[in-house]
T-cell receptor
Framework: GAGVSQSPSNKVTEKGKDVELRCDPI?????LYWYRQSLGQGLEFLIY????????KSGLPSDRFSAERTGGSVSTLTIQRTQQEDSAVYLC?????????????FGQGTRLTVV | AQSVTQPDIHITVSEGASLELRCNYS??????LFWYVQSPGQGLQLLLK??????LVQGIKGFEAEFKRSQSSFNLRKPSVHWSDAAEYFC?????????FGTGTRLTVIP
């Protein structure tokens, strides 16, 4: 597709279960980002992938969170043993490259609700 | 360290009135600045960006923003607001590996 695609759009899970969120970036975009947006909050950086370089994981809030990017394209964000405070909208973005003057394009997000 | 401050959490304006949303940034080098808009249930859409050159930048939907280095500001403006502009607005500055976002300003438009 032409834009960043995220699935599922909504996810309700029970506390303690694991969830996987998927992001399909724009074709040809080498940089991929994950952000978390909690109710009434701004966007919290989680992780950044650029090409084959080691990802910048500095924003991951705990070791329950992990992400991978296969083949330099699709990315999966995994949250293990979900907690209620993990409830948020998870946004994925991609950009053409690592240089600072490339703009990021965002997907519509996955709304995660932990009950 | 990079950071962005949006001092107004919520702004209400009448349709047809002018709008200014404030953004202050902290960045050690030449900043690359962005304004994004998020409608309810939607992702973020880029309104405009500043990389270099003319400090007054034009964006989509009739928005503009002015970069003022002396004030570390990048305020968003629109001369006449439409009801469809009601949304959340985010200012961002580009860091080495990501975008640093402000906490957003929610805009309400009243008839």
């Amino acid at each position: 597709g032409a834009g960043v695609s995220q699935s599922p759009s909504n996810k309700v899970t029970e506390k303690g279960k694991d969830v996987e969120l998927r992001c399909d970036p724009i074709s040809g975009h080498t940089a991929l980002y994950w952000y978390r947006q909690s109710l009434g909050q701004g966007l919290e950086f989680l992780i950044y992938f650029q090409g084959n370089s080691a990802p910048d994981k500095s924003g991951l809030p705990s070791d329950r969170f992990s992400a991978e990017r296969t083949g330099g394209s699709v990315s999966t964000l995994t949250i293990q043993r979900t907690q209620q405070e993990d409830s948020a909208v998870y946004l994925c973005a991609s950009s053409r490259g690592p240089t600072v003057n490339t703009e990021a394009f965002f997907g519509q997000g996955t709304r995660l609700t932990v009950v | 360290a990079q950071s962005v401050t949006q001092p107004d959490i919520h702004i209400t304006v009448s349709e047809g009135a002018s709008l200014e949303l404030r953004c202050n940034y902290s960045y050690g080098a030449t900043p690359y600045l962005f304004w994004y808009v998020q409608s309810p249930g939607q992702g973020l859409q880029l309104l405009l960006k500043y990389f270099s050159g003319d400090t007054l930048v034009q964006g989509i939907k009739g928005f503009e923003a002015e970069f003022k280095r002396s004030q570390s500001s990048f305020n968003l403006r629109k001369p006449s607001v439409h009801w469809s502009d009601a949304a959340e607005y985010f200012c961002a500055v580009r860091g080495a590996n990501n975008l640093f976002f402000g906490t957003g300003t929610r805009l309400t438009v009243i008839p």
